[in-house]
């Protein structure tokens, strides 16, 4: 635009001095036609009083009316003989300087500076004859017409100027429309629509423009989809992912991560240094922005909770174009699988230990008998009878396992149990123990309780449920079963006022071979696998178990079991 302006204005000044340059040229023109004219009445005048040497006034007023002339007459002192009033004195200055030259006889013409005269001087002694006229110039005749078509030229241009002006303005109004829908595309915001005539000039432009920000919003909502479902990916992985660009900012990461590392990530681009704490994490990372080559290690996350990870630090090659990603943290937890491993082991060495005390027991009692004690009728009763308890023991001991391992691999097989006579039969085979210890046992459940659930399962956890109640109750303690309905499913309370069991045990009481009093557990031929399979069998049904107790008060196990159990592949019976 401020092209087509220079241009213009060094147009309009071409045009006026090119203008105003033909018209002095036109004008000089026109004044060297005037003073030849006036040369010639003067060569007239002169043929006119060399004819006759008497100058008249008469002749005089006549040559002036005939040739359109002013005539001045001065002798040779300068004084003016015609006419009475006499030209300006300008023209009579000259008239002396024209007799003071020593060819003043001949004729001269000139200008008179300062009144614009044209005067042309001869000499025929004794006197000198001035003839002279007002020089005019070639606008002069055409002077109001002048100021009028000057005016109108000047209304003409302003009109133009104001056509031009308005015709500018448009254009820029145009042209900040369409600059103001190009910044806003590049601030990626919607641009208001500009509307433009089909005949203004960035027309084209506009419809061009809008096509391409048609174009470049379909791509920038593609990449926002693409990115969308990139985060939703790795959000829903199960590993923790941490994507760094050249600099070592987190710039994008998931929920496994944050939690994995026990932080709140934020999401705006950051140091990774804000997010991992861990020394051998951290050092992983920094080696492979200083080597350029994927890391990988195994570390172990000291703070509380502890967590296992295995970790990959893969550097991702440089490309021609620049990539937002160059570093990804994989995260891998293991720590349910070091549980499990600790947990393998511990078995293992629980199972031997357990194993190897009453297989020892009975060794050892055996070869005394074979040594010479079964001569003695006491001692070898003595030891007879040990060696049938550790038996016994050892039974227990292989049966539990089996039906551990039997819990695990066998699916459930659903039926409708009663649950008050399925109860009361398994309180038969226990009265000898109920009676012994003076037990009151308070039974709770209605008779048309039931429910839908694994008969063999069942009464496996609800007798050893009971063995437990009763072993570690105290004398003339008490037992309560209660069963009630709850939504969707059925609660069974086994309360007992038993010794009780602390805070720091009940969260491992349902552990493999824990015991919570080692010697008296040993002493009342526990196996440390009861509540173990309880639990186990019970989430295989899809219910759960939870224990409330007070140390010297008693204890309180509560099941809830679902009227239709989802939680494992059933097979119905």
Known sequence: MKQIRRAAFLLVMVVLLGTGGLVLQLNRVYIQQQQSR??????????????????????LKQLQEQTHVKVAVFDARNHLLFPAGGPHADLIDSVIEFQAKPNAGKSEQ????????????????????????PQQNLWQPFWWQGVALLGALCG???????????????????????QQQLRQIGKQQPPAPVLLKPSDHYYALEQTIAQVNQQFQAQVALAKNERRNFTRFIDHLTIGVLLLDIQGQVIAHNAAAAKMLDQT?????????????DFTLSRLIKQAFAT????????????????????????????TVTSTYQVAVLLYDMTAVKQIQQMQLDFVSNVSHELKTPVTSISGFAETLLAGAQDDPKARQEFLEIINTESKRLAALIQDIIALSRGQQQPARLETVALRPTIEKLLVPLQQTIRQKQIHVQLNVAQSAKLMTDRQKFEQIVKNLIINALVYNRTTGQLTITAYPQKNGWQLDFNDTGLGIGADDQKRIFERFYRVDKARSRHQGGTGLGLAIVHNLVTILGGKIQVTSQLGVGSTFSLYFPEKPQAVKLTKN
Not at 40 to 59: H, N, P, W
Not at 162 to 178: M, N, P
Not at 301 to 309: A, D, F, I, Q
Request: glycine share 4%; net charge positive.
């Open 156 to 178: 003409l241009a302003g009109l133009s100027g104001l056509i031009f002006a308005g015709y500018v303005y448009c254009e820029r109004r145009s042209l900040r429309r369409v």
């Open 265 to 277: 990530i934020s999401r705006v681009p950051h140091s990774y240094l804000n997010d991992v704490h």
């Open 292 to 319: 350029e080559k994927s890391q990988h290690a195994a570390i172990k996350l000291v703070p509380e909770p502890e967590r296992y990870l295995d970790v990959n630090v893969v550097w991702m090659k440089r490309q």
């Open 110 to 133: 000139l200008r008179v500076a300062g009144h614009s005269q044209t005067a042309y001087l001869f000499r025929q002694k004794p006197l000198t004859f001035v003839l002279y006229t």
């Open 38 to 59: 006036l040369a010639d009445k003067g060569q007239f005048f002169q043929r006119e009083f060399s004819a006759t040497a008497r100058v008249t006034t008469t002749k």
